[in-house]
Protein backbone atom coordinates (compact mmCIF):
# COMPACT_ATOMS: atom_id res chain seq x y z
CA UNK A 1 0.00 0.00 0.00
CA UNK A 2 1.14 3.51 -1.07
CA UNK A 3 1.68 5.98 1.98
CA UNK A 4 0.12 9.55 1.16
CA UNK A 5 2.76 11.71 0.78
CA UNK A 6 2.03 15.28 3.01
CA UNK A 7 0.95 17.60 -0.32
CA UNK A 8 -1.94 15.17 -0.49
CA UNK A 9 -2.67 14.55 3.17
CA UNK A 10 -2.76 19.00 3.07
CA UNK A 11 -4.61 18.59 -0.38
CA UNK A 12 -7.25 16.03 0.98
CA UNK A 13 -7.62 18.35 4.20
CA UNK A 14 -8.57 21.71 1.85
CA UNK A 15 -10.84 19.72 0.01
CA UNK A 16 -12.06 17.95 3.38
CA UNK A 17 -12.54 21.99 4.57
CA UNK A 18 -14.15 23.01 1.65
CA UNK A 19 -17.03 20.72 1.82
CA UNK A 20 -18.29 22.75 4.41
CA UNK A 21 -16.77 26.59 4.17
CA UNK A 22 -16.17 28.64 0.86
CA UNK A 23 -12.52 28.09 -0.23
CA UNK A 24 -12.09 32.11 0.10
CA UNK A 25 -12.76 31.70 3.96
CA UNK A 26 -10.44 28.51 4.38
CA UNK A 27 -6.74 29.75 5.85
CA UNK A 28 -3.50 27.70 6.19
CA UNK A 29 -4.10 27.49 9.82
CA UNK A 30 -7.56 25.46 8.84
CA UNK A 31 -5.61 23.43 6.27
CA UNK A 32 -2.85 22.67 8.75
CA UNK A 33 -5.14 22.13 12.21
CA UNK A 34 -7.58 19.60 10.13
CA UNK A 35 -4.67 17.15 8.92
CA UNK A 36 -2.44 17.98 11.92
CA UNK A 37 0.81 19.42 10.06
CA UNK A 38 2.78 22.62 10.87
CA UNK A 39 2.23 25.62 9.04
CA UNK A 40 5.90 24.91 8.67
CA UNK A 41 5.57 21.98 6.86
CA UNK A 42 2.67 23.68 4.25
CA UNK A 43 5.15 26.51 3.32
CA UNK A 44 7.71 24.38 2.91
CA UNK A 45 5.42 22.62 0.21
CA UNK A 46 3.46 25.13 -0.76
CA UNK A 47 3.31 29.09 -1.91
CA UNK A 48 -0.45 29.50 -0.18
CA UNK A 49 -3.43 27.59 -0.50
CA UNK A 50 -3.71 28.45 -4.06
CA UNK A 51 -0.98 26.79 -4.76
CA UNK A 52 -2.19 23.90 -3.34
CA UNK A 53 -5.41 24.08 -4.64
CA UNK A 54 -3.22 24.13 -8.48
CA UNK A 55 -0.95 21.36 -7.37
CA UNK A 56 -4.08 19.04 -6.70
CA UNK A 57 -5.91 19.72 -9.75
CA UNK A 58 -3.03 19.22 -11.72
CA UNK A 59 -2.19 15.85 -9.68
CA UNK A 60 -5.47 14.68 -10.57
CA UNK A 61 -5.46 15.58 -13.96
CA UNK A 62 -1.88 14.20 -14.46
CA UNK A 63 -3.47 10.52 -12.82
CA UNK A 64 -5.64 10.46 -15.62
CA UNK A 65 -3.25 11.63 -18.43
CA UNK A 66 -0.69 9.33 -17.31
CA UNK A 67 -2.96 5.82 -18.24
CA UNK A 68 -2.40 6.83 -22.02
CA UNK A 69 1.00 4.99 -21.48
CA UNK A 70 -1.22 1.86 -21.18
CA UNK A 71 -1.92 0.46 -24.96
CA UNK A 72 -5.58 -0.03 -24.38
CA UNK A 73 -6.28 3.54 -22.61
CA UNK A 74 -8.08 5.78 -25.48
CA UNK A 75 -8.40 9.42 -26.05
CA UNK A 76 -11.93 9.17 -25.93
CA UNK A 77 -11.19 7.47 -22.60
CA UNK A 78 -9.15 10.73 -20.86
CA UNK A 79 -12.35 12.78 -21.85
CA UNK A 80 -14.21 10.90 -20.31
CA UNK A 81 -12.62 10.54 -16.93
CA UNK A 82 -12.08 14.19 -17.22
CA UNK A 83 -16.11 14.51 -17.43
CA UNK A 84 -16.10 12.16 -14.75
CA UNK A 85 -14.00 13.83 -12.18
CA UNK A 86 -15.62 17.21 -12.67
CA UNK A 87 -18.97 15.26 -11.76
CA UNK A 88 -17.53 13.57 -8.80
CA UNK A 89 -16.13 17.17 -7.82
CA UNK A 90 -18.59 19.51 -8.75
CA UNK A 91 -19.44 20.90 -5.38
CA UNK A 92 -15.44 20.79 -4.65
CA UNK A 93 -14.91 22.74 -7.89
CA UNK A 94 -18.08 24.85 -8.29
CA UNK A 95 -16.71 25.84 -4.54
CA UNK A 96 -12.90 26.93 -6.17
CA UNK A 97 -14.52 28.47 -8.98
CA UNK A 98 -16.78 30.94 -7.60
CA UNK A 99 -14.59 31.25 -3.79
CA UNK A 100 -10.74 31.81 -5.26
CA UNK A 101 -10.68 35.48 -5.97
CA UNK A 102 -13.32 35.24 -8.89
CA UNK A 103 -14.24 32.82 -11.20
CA UNK A 104 -11.46 33.37 -13.75
CA UNK A 105 -8.62 32.81 -11.31
CA UNK A 106 -9.00 29.27 -11.31
CA UNK A 107 -10.45 28.49 -14.84
CA UNK A 108 -7.61 30.32 -16.13
CA UNK A 109 -5.37 28.07 -14.24
CA UNK A 110 -7.29 25.16 -15.46
CA UNK A 111 -7.41 26.28 -19.35
CA UNK A 112 -3.74 26.71 -19.36
CA UNK A 113 -2.78 22.98 -16.94
CA UNK A 114 -5.06 21.81 -19.85
CA UNK A 115 -2.89 23.37 -23.03
CA UNK A 116 0.40 22.09 -21.69
CA UNK A 117 -1.31 18.47 -20.70
CA UNK A 118 -2.61 18.77 -24.45
CA UNK A 119 0.54 19.99 -25.57
CA UNK A 120 2.48 17.14 -24.16
CA UNK A 121 0.27 14.61 -25.66
CA UNK A 122 0.18 15.99 -29.22
CA UNK A 123 3.74 16.16 -28.93
CA UNK A 124 4.18 12.60 -27.65
CA UNK A 125 2.12 11.37 -30.24
CA UNK A 126 3.44 12.98 -33.33
CA UNK A 127 7.26 12.46 -32.05
CA UNK A 128 7.85 16.28 -32.76
CA UNK A 129 10.38 17.89 -30.32
CA UNK A 130 7.70 21.06 -30.91
CA UNK A 131 4.36 22.30 -32.60
CA UNK A 132 3.93 24.17 -35.32
CA UNK A 133 1.91 27.35 -34.98
CA UNK A 134 -1.36 25.86 -36.05
CA UNK A 135 -0.77 23.27 -34.00
CA UNK A 136 -0.67 25.04 -30.73
CA UNK A 137 -3.71 27.41 -32.02
CA UNK A 138 -6.03 24.41 -32.26
CA UNK A 139 -4.76 23.01 -28.86
CA UNK A 140 -5.42 26.62 -27.36
CA UNK A 141 -8.85 27.23 -28.99
CA UNK A 142 -9.77 23.55 -27.84
CA UNK A 143 -8.83 23.88 -24.46
CA UNK A 144 -9.62 27.20 -23.62
CA UNK A 145 -13.02 26.52 -25.21
CA UNK A 146 -13.58 22.58 -23.33
CA UNK A 147 -12.53 24.40 -20.36
CA UNK A 148 -15.16 27.06 -20.68
CA UNK A 149 -17.58 24.38 -21.38
CA UNK A 150 -16.59 22.01 -18.15
CA UNK A 151 -17.08 25.24 -15.99
CA UNK A 152 -20.48 26.45 -17.51
CA UNK A 153 -21.32 22.53 -16.74
CA UNK A 154 -19.86 22.32 -13.28
CA UNK A 155 -21.82 25.89 -12.25
CA UNK A 156 -25.05 24.35 -13.69
CA UNK A 157 -25.68 25.78 -17.21
CA UNK A 158 -26.43 22.72 -18.81
CA UNK A 159 -28.41 20.07 -17.42
CA UNK A 160 -26.28 17.31 -18.99
CA UNK A 161 -25.00 13.62 -17.84
CA UNK A 162 -21.25 13.63 -17.48
CA UNK A 163 -21.43 11.41 -20.31
CA UNK A 164 -23.04 13.96 -22.49
CA UNK A 165 -20.50 16.29 -21.58
CA UNK A 166 -17.48 13.52 -22.33
CA UNK A 167 -19.17 13.29 -26.17
CA UNK A 168 -19.29 17.10 -26.82
CA UNK A 169 -15.24 17.35 -25.42
CA UNK A 170 -15.01 14.87 -27.93
CA UNK A 171 -17.22 16.35 -31.29
CA UNK A 172 -15.30 19.37 -30.28
CA UNK A 173 -12.06 17.89 -30.87
CA UNK A 174 -10.34 20.11 -34.07
CA UNK A 175 -9.92 17.26 -37.03
CA UNK A 176 -6.28 18.64 -37.02
CA UNK A 177 -5.38 17.13 -33.51
CA UNK A 178 -7.79 14.13 -34.05
CA UNK A 179 -4.74 12.16 -36.19
CA UNK A 180 -3.16 12.56 -33.07
CA UNK A 181 -6.00 11.65 -30.52
CA UNK A 182 -8.08 9.22 -32.07
Aim: aromatic content about 12%; charged content about 25%.
Amino acid sequence: MKRKTAREILAESFRELAGSKTADKITVPNIVENCGYSKTTFYRLFKDKYDLMAWDYAQRLQAIVCQTEKADYEWRQILWDVALLYNEQKGYLRNLLLHTSGYQSFSRHMKQLHIETLTKCVLDASGLKELDVKTDMYIRTYCRGTVELGCDWIMGVFQVSHKELAAVFEDCLPVPLQKYLL
